[in-house]
């Protein structure tokens, strides 16, 4: 009996992506028409949540299909261990090609963690990672934190202009095209391994700060029609409604400096979309049907835009912590919207399934194989997201809980009947069975309130 072939998988993934400014996701305005294009025979996931609301804890949470206390990363700057189990190297060890061309956002000595080819002008081992280095060397060097301005100076100096991550995305995806013409054509030296099953991920910084956009015409289409978030108050909440990423339209900034910087993320978007459209053109001109590969689009995180008086990510508001996620396989999966809540560690566990390879023990990760054939009846509707030691939130159905430890309040939401997060019903009696049920997964998860930081447990199984 012949074993079945398995399928190619491709893996878009762009940086600080609202889960909301896509085609596909009801945003008229924005051109995402590569995007959208797959969703149309996609599974769409329309609560999926980050790990972390930041970059890296968010990044390798999902590569480990663990939470960020469970792998190990819970601050920006840390790094997974070097020989961590990811999905990369899980595949790997099964006959993958694993390659990945852009971002990874690893910090530490172990820059593959399972990619077999790396593509891309971003890598490098941090200061802190660099074993031997003393306390006087390491203050002389530079850290990424450097590369940010303030805020208030992100927005004010939004507009036309040509960032690093500009030229970065496009060494990403001319890096991506040579490697597919490698693998399936190779007309050079005919030594093209088509018959190799390849994970492919394709990882842009865009649309990701600083609002720069090198295309002048995409800013002049954007800049008068994009919405805004006005009049915007902040919440009453020492770490929801506070710190250095608070900028208001009208208070710190004008109205036409946000609306400048709102018109360069749009257009940032319509350029990853662009450029994904590259990759796909690339693989059709290969002799690839697409419809035979497993395709996931995702990104890290989010970005608040203005919303709640905030930018940038680090909030469990929707606009950071949620994400868009859809996984295309036409030959096996019908077109559907998932609206259970699901999180990134679960593409591990759904890869595996995919793909035919053992999923590992110990992972926080769970296949989403049952909710792509619309069987949810045994889904687990939670999702957890977790960084800087004490910050939590879970997620049950419409629900939104949130513990701080030492930092401020608990919160919860309720979205559906405040969409717009502007209540906290923490303290609402006819929510207290609902925050004591929370609590108590809060204290499974190792955060309990006389001890924020703990170490957590063990790992649920992977269902």
Known sequence: MTTPRRPNVLFLMSDEHRFDVAGFAGDELVRTPVLDDLARDSVVFDNAYTPAPICIPGRQAMMAGQFPRHCGVERFGEDLAPGHLTFARQLARFGYRTVAAGKLHHLGADQAQGWTHLIGMESGVSPPHIAGLDEQSYCGL????????????EVKRAG???????????????????YIHEHFVDTYYDRAIPEVPLLLKVSLHQPHYPYLTPHQDLFEYYLN????????????????????????????VSRREQRRAVAAYYAMVETADRLFGR??????????????????FTSDHGEMLGQHGVWEKQRFFEGSVRVPLLIRWPRRFAARTVTDNVNLCDLFATLCELT???TPDGLDSRSLVPLMTGDS???????????DGSRLMIKRGALKYQFYGDEGPEVLFDLDIDPAELRNLATDSDYAATMTSFRRRRDELGFAAESPGIAAPAARDPK
């Not at 530079?142 to 100076?153: E, V």
């Not at 690093?164 to 995806?173: G, I, K, L, M, S």
């Not at 009846?377 to 960084?387: L, M």
């Open 279 to 296: 990759v796909l053109d690339a693989l059709r001109h290969a002799g690839q049907d697409l419809d035979d590969w497993v395709i996931v």
């Open 142 to 153: 530079p850290t990424p934190a450097t590369h940010k301005w303030s805020q208030l100076t």
């Open 377 to 387: 009846a045994q889904w687990d509707d939670e999702s957890v997201s977790q960084f």
């Open 356 to 358: 035919g390879v053992p």
């Open 160 to 178: 036309i202009g040509r960032s690093p991550y500009v030229a970065r995305d496009e060494y990403t995806v001319a890096g991506a095209l040579q």
């Open 225 to 252: 029609r994009v919405p805004l978030y006005e009049e915007q108050q902040l919440f009453d909440h020492p770490v929801l409604g506070g710190d250095r990423h608070v900028v208001r339209s009208g208070v710190e």
